[in-house]
T-cell receptor, first 113, second 110 residues
Framework: KAGVTQTPRYLIKTRGQQVTLSCSPI?????VSWYQQTPGQGLQFLFE???????NKGNFPGRFSGRQFSNSRSEMNVSTLELGDSALYLC????????????FGNGTRLTVT | QKEVEQNSGPLSVPEGAIASLNCTYS??????FFWYRQYSGKSPELIMS????GDKEDGRFTAQLNKASQYVSLLIRDSQPSDSATYLC??????????FGRGTSLIVHP
């Protein structure tokens, strides 16, 4: 089985711009979660989508949004980028059952200048 | 009290030794427990899942769960320099989304 695929791997953006990150889950996985990882804050949960619906949400401002398509692929959007948004953004998928472990993609490294 | 706590380390062990990584959690209702390994600049990789009290072994790795004391540990036998990484503990209390600790940095020196 192919793993979780995230694109692009690297992004450099300027403050004020917006960015869209993409995630394709493992085949058959219906849940996709997004995390932000920074050296200072560790892994922070952004949101989780299951069957095209946001099922869980972390404590991030509304500039961070996401969606999931009928094929379970997911996108995450960050608008009005700030310097502090520079981070590794990780997508993870699971079948969607409670207690299933997360399987992470390789991540997208976002740098905001 | 943080929901999932880990000593940030670094934990330094000589090659061939046993590395012991510990994690405590605050919610007694937690049901699923995971250990992830993350190399610098890479994404987390699942090493072990454990759901019941006791030990679970997989190769050189053993996860130990004690729900009464609210801790989960990971033992790495015959540690190798390639085991040098950050180890993340994750705990799921029934919300589909696990809570992660900040991770313990492990250094295995030759």
């Amino acid at each position: 089985k192919a793993g979780v695929t995230q694109t692009p791997r690297y992004l450099i953006k300027t403050r004020g711009q917006q960015v869209t990150l993409s995630c394709s889950p493992i085949s058959g996985h219906r849940s996709v979660s997004w995390y932000q990882q920074t050296p200072g804050q560790g892994l922070q949960f952004l949101f989780e989508y299951f069957s095209e619906t946001q099922r869980n949400k972390g404590n991030f401002p509304g500039r961070f949004s996401g969606r999931q398509f009928s094929n379970s692929r997911s996108e995450m959007n960050v608008s009005t980028l700030e310097l502090g948004d520079s981070a590794l953004y990780l997508c993870a998928s699971t079948p969607g059952r409670d207690g299933s472990p997360l399987h992470f993609g390789n991540g997208t490294r976002l740098t905001v200048t | 009290q943080k929901e999932v706590e880990q000593n940030s380390g670094p934990l330094s062990v000589p090659e061939g030794a046993i590395a012991s990584l510990n994690c405590t959690y605050s919610d007694r209702g937690s049901q699923s427990f995971f250990w992830y390994r993350q190399y610098s600049g890479k994404s987390p990789e699942l090493i072990m899942s454990i759901y019941s009290n006791g030990d679970k072994e997989d190769g050189r790795f053993t996860a130990q769960l004690n729900k009464a004391s609210q801790y989960v540990s990971l033992l790495i036998r015959d540690s190798q320099p390639s085991d040098s990484a950050t180890y993340l503990c994750a705990v799921n209390k029934g919300s589909y989304i696990p809570t992660f600790g900040r991770g313990t940095s492990l250094i295995v020196h030759p």
